[in-house]
């Protein structure tokens, strides 16, 4: 009799053991189901922000103005290789001001992380004359990062002088009738210049 007691109480610890197996086996498979499931969307993920970096980089060195990318800590991100040919490679941890040595540039990326929407800035560095534009980029609303458009104008500027001399030259070699100052020729001749060009 105490062995069938014995066997019937081994008989109930065996089935419940067996069904307590079932249900640990169950939920392990559904976990490396999940599992795999997350694995694969992180995969995913991963390949789309290699595909949007590598964008990005192409972005980046197709463009002819130096493109910078300064983060909320004022480190920079990304340079592109015209930024790198102005200011140098910048380090990991490089700041923009350590970078590029410009108060102006800080200045206007400090008032962009501010929020503000700001004009044109112009510079020099070394004999270039440079035009600076940056942009706020967003995250929820909140500004990241911003985005500095950095071009050379030095051959613009140059050009637009030796107009202005041109047409000073000009007008000082004409005989001008009674009343008519040389600087009224000179401006009716730009503002006749400029409507051909906007004609054409």
């Not at 102006?104 to 035009?131: I, T």
Request: overall charge positive; aromatic content about 8%.
């Amino acid at each position: 009799m105490t062995n069938w007691i014995i066997s019937s109480i081994l008989l109930l610890l065996l089935a419940v053991v067996f069904v307590f197996y079932r249900r640990v086996k169950t939920r392990l498979r559904q976990e490396q189901t999940e599992t795999a499931r997350l694995h694969n969307k992180l995969l995913l993920m991963q390949v789309e922000l290699d595909e949007v970096n590598s964008r990005r980089k192409k972005l980046l060195s197709a463009s002819t103005q130096a493109l910078v990318i300064v983060e909320g800590d004022y480190t920079i991100s990304n340079a592109n290789k015209v930024a790198r040919h102005l200011f140098g490679k910048p380090d990991r941890e490089t700041t923009l001001m350590a970078w590029t040595r410009q108060r102006q540039l800080k200045e206007l990326v400090d008032q962009v992380f501010e929020g503000k929407k700001m004009p044109r800035l112009y510079f020099n560095v070394g004999e270039r004359s440079l035009e600076a534009r940056a942009r706020a980029i967003k995250e929820k609303k909140k500004v990241v990062a911003v985005a500095v458009a950095i071009h050379d104008v030095t051959e613009l500027q140059r050009l637009s002088r030796a107009r202005r001399e041109f047409c000073d030259q000009y007008f000082s070699r004409i005989t001008h009738p009674a009343g008519l100052h040389p600087t009224a020729h000179r401006y009716a001749a730009e503002r006749r210049l400029r409507r051909t060009r906007q004609g054409l």
